[in-house]
């Protein structure tokens, strides 16, 4: 704002010419609050980049990896192979499970998201046959750091549980009309929750599950 604009604004709203010893205090405080304007400005654009590059960054890399692995809260859509990377601890899978027409692999490409909450990680891997999770669930994986999760309970009238043991851990497995849904167990560091969806019997559904680490 250049001294004849204030001078108007002044004489506008006073009805009279403005005092000439008030203009400089004017100009200085119009200064001062463009200046903090433009330092608001600035700090809250760096601030945006920051975060963005930080949440919506690609995978794909070591070097993205290590950003993200600095990150306490954090929750990424990835793959198995940077999965491996940013997680705590090692995510030990079996190379294949079942599927409703043979084998179905487990690979590096495997949609997977690693996620943080305070001190509290979760490692997802799900496989499906369509894209972005829909379709027919062939493995779907949740492992948390998260030790006080409840059970799963047989919330429907034609499913029911059976505990079981996943290794030297105990577990429940939910059933809906005597097929195994999903097993949930606790180890010492974490808590799982597994679904496959070709496995057709309890003994099968364990059997993988004491395969993951």
Known sequence: MHEQEVRAVLSAHAGQEAPPNLLPVILKQVQRRRARSRWLRRTALALVCAFAFLTFV????????????????LYLRTNLAEAQQVARSPLVLPPSVPGYFGEIPIGPDAPAVVG???SYETV???ITDGPEGTGVMYFDLRRSTDLDGEM??????????????????????VLHAGHPLLVWWKTD????????GGADTVAELVRIAETIR
């Open 58 to 73: 690609p995978g794909g890399g070591t070097a993205v990896a290590t950003v993200r692995q600095i990150q306490p809260t």
């Open 116 to 118: 943080r909450w305070l």
């Open 152 to 173: 799963p309970l047989a919330d429907h009238p034609d499913r029911t549980t059976q505990e079981v043991m996943v290794g030297e851990y105990p577990g429940v497995v």
């Open 189 to 196: 560091t974490h808590q799982y929750r597994l679904t496959v």
């Open 124 to 126: 997802a891997v799900s």
